[in-house]
């Protein structure tokens, strides 16, 4: 058993006995450094992890590592630099993240999209650029296109948000309709599928539209992981999937984390996820960024010089979605202003985000996805009228830390949450700031969240 084989066995264990958000936020990138004479070198991201890993979650860590190594004896963490260490094919937990950046591309391009099939024609093999971080994925992609139902049933791609799944899906789709025309093909988000199936229900049309779909020759479900805890739709979906399956049919199915992660998948909905192909797509290294800016600049016809991407580049390191929108706000500056695109331009348009470092970028916005995502409460909610008492203290600690962290005006945290009165913000971080000081579980909260705000 290799270190990452006995890592990835023990967080299996670990994520079973702690909490989901404690697992993402604290297990993330992390890895087995050594064994040797029964101890173990754990590499963590940070110092706070490394303290958290060592005082609360020791006692998981070595019962989990023992029960699948019993001569395991000792842990101890060393801060390490994860991309560095060349683990990023098997990112299992790193591939937990959730969106951070609500703004789609989808909506930018909606005019073109293909209705039969909601193909996005922009979305190709041609114009997807390989790197180290995407090129498994890309390869099963691709393989796919070429032996449609025949390789890798279902194939299974998961990652964070922004970093191409999408884009590669839907290559799949447009590679196949160049080639064959007459195959039908159907891209459907798992949330339209979805309510698609609750309409169905409603004008008593099930069976209408499970029809529908056994007519397809590849069908590409995205972003499944919104299905968890959809329990009718779910059940649904296996059938649509069965009978997909049995007849040779190809499916492609994108998530943000692998299937094992998805809490409340049905079992036998996760074991047939995990019976085809599953490949991950982490964040792409610099020069992959460069290559895609150059990629992106060239489809625009604009001219990028090397020394301007890679300003770029090095400084918008998250995801691809906002590496395009930040070479998008640049190409729409130089418009405007009928100035070429030179480092001393970019650094003047892209100042806000770049030069004030993190906190700047931390948006009311995030803060409300980060608190809404973890306390599994929608985002409408959250920001709206209601007294639901889960609902109040998720609101309360998004309060909270706008203050702390965007250092936020009350009146405006009150206008974040559907015009509240100021009274309501100062009120709600003072309680939060109060309880802190005896309540261990919410402290803790507010250190993961805080983490979280940062890091996803
Ligand atoms: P996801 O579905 O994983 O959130 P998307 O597929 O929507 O991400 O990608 C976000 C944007 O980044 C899209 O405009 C997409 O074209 C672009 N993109 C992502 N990865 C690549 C890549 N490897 N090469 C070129 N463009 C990419
Ligand atoms: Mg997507």
Same mark, same amino acid.
């Given at each position: 058993m290799t270190h990452n084989e006995l890592w990835q066995a023990a967080l299996g264990e670990i994520e079973l006995s702690i909490s989901r958000a404690n697992f993402i936020t604290w297990f993330k990138n992390t890895a087995i450094l050594s064994l040797k004479n029964g101890k173990v070198i754990i590499g963590v991201p940070n110092g706070f992890a490394k303290e958290w890993l060592e005082n609360k979650y020791r006692s998981y860590i070595l019962k989990a590592l023992q029960n699948i190594q019993g001569d395991i004896k000792e842990i101890n963490c060393v801060i390490y630099n994860y991309d560095d260490f @060349?683990?990023? =094919? #098997? =990112?299992s937990v790193d591939a937990l993240k959730k969106p951070s950046?609500?703004?789609?591309i989808k909506d930018i391009s909606a005019g073109i999209i293909n209705e039969e099939n909601n193909l996005n024609p922009r979305y190709t093999f041609e114009s997807f650029v390989v790197g180290e971080n995407n090129e498994l994925a890309r390869a099963a992609c691709w393989a796919v296109s070429q032996n449609l139902g025949k390789m890798y049933n279902p194939l299974f791609i998961y990652g964070g948000v922004g970093l191409g799944k999408t884009h590669l899906l839907q290559s799949i789709g447009n590679e196949i309709l160049k080639n064959c025309p007459e195959k039908k093909v159907r891209y459907v988000t798992a949330e339209r599928f979805a309510s698609e199936l609750i309409d169905s229900i409603k004008n008593q049309k099930v069976d209408l539209f499970k029809q529908s779909y056994q007519k397809i020759d590849l069908l590409i479900i995205d972003d499944v992981q919104f299905l968890s805890g959809k329990e009718k739709t779910q059940h649904e979906f296996f059938h649509v999937f069965n009978a997909l399956y049995q007849l040779n049919k190809q499916i492609v199915i994108s998530s943000d984390r692998p299937p094992k992660a998805i809490p409340t998948l049905e079992e036998r909905l996760r074991s047939r996820f995990e019976g085809g192909m599953i490949a991950d797509i982490n964040r792409p290294d610099l020069e992959t960024r460069i290559a895609i800016l150059k990629t992106k600049s060239a489809e625009k016809n604009v001219d990028l010089s090397e020394e301007t991407a890679r300003f770029i580049a090095e400084n918008i390191k998250s995801n691809i979605r906002e590496l395009e929108g930040a070479l998008n706000r640049v190409i729409a500056a130089s418009d405007l202003e009928q100035s070429k695109i030179t480092l001393l331009f970019v650094k003047k348009v892209l100042s806000d985000i770049i030069s004030s470092g993190r906190r700047k970028s931390v948006h009311y916005q995030h803060i409300i996805k980060v608190v809404s995502d973890f306390y599994d409460v929608r985002v409408e909610d959250l920001t #709206?009228? @209601? /007294? /639901?008492k889960e609902v109040a203290l998720a609101r309360q600690i998004a309060m909270y830390l706008m203050r702390i962290e965007l250092n936020a005006s009350y009146p405006g945290i009150g206008e974040q949450f559907g015009g509240r009165d100021h009274t309501t913000a100062l009120y709600a971080f003072e309680k939060i700031n109060k309880e802190i000081e005896g309540n261990e579980n919410l402290k803790e909260a507010i250190v993961a969240l805080r983490e979280k705000i940062y890091t996803l």
């Open positions: @060349g683990l990023n =094919k #098997t =990112k950046c609500p703004v789609s #709206t009228k @209601g /007294r /639901r």
